[in-house]
């Protein structure tokens, strides 16, 4: 029961951000974008995290990349890394996945149709394969159980 439980919240917390991944990556506009910054944002302890549902019990780091693109008829800037808010309590593999921005250089970028103030820069991803692999995981477990458990009270 616990096991088909944890399928149910997992799937709305984390199949919601596979998703929201899956739509940026094949529903958002492609743009071009200039790399203004990047930093890693420090969470700390005691915050909510939105990629877990859950408060975070030390600090975790999140990738930031801070892009110039062109939306409708206005430049934009946006502060952003992936719509599945990746982070770690890494700092070093947070760092690392900034390599690929350089200040100043051309980037690849996902607007929102819907909110152009909003983009991505990165999709897919192990983020993906856990957003849609954890929740199937504990439902499949957790329906087998079900079912183990009703066959033992029927018999």
């Not at 439980?5 to 919601?16: M, N, P, T, V």
């Not at 998703?19 to 420090?42: F, H, I, N, S």
């Not at 890494?90 to 100043?104: D, I, N």
């Not at 152009?116 to 159980?145: C, D, H, K, Y």
């Amino acid at each position: 029961m616990a096991f088909l439980g944890a399928g149910i919240a997992s799937g709305f917390l984390l199949g919601a951000k596979a998703l929201k991944d899956l739509q940026a990556r094949y529903g958002w506009p492609e743009v071009e974008a200039t790399v203004l910054a990047t930093e890693v944002v420090v969470i700390g302890p005691g915050s909510h995290s939105a990629r877990t549902g859950t408060m975070r019990p030390e600090f975790e780091y999140h990738p930031m990349v801070t892009i110039r693109y062109e939306a409708g008829v206005r430049t934009r800037e946006a502060r952003c890394y992936d719509a599945f808010l990746t982070s770690s309590t890494s700092r070093g593999a947070e760092q690392a996945k900034l390599a690929p921005f350089p200040v100043g250089g051309k980037v690849r970028a996902w607007v929102n149709p819907d909110d152009p103030n909003e983009a991505v820069v990165r999709t897919g991803g192990m983020a993906l394969v856990v957003g849609i692999t954890v929740p199937v995981l504990f439902l499949v477990v957790g329906g087998f159980a079900m079912v183990a458990l009703i066959r033992r009270w029927m018999s």
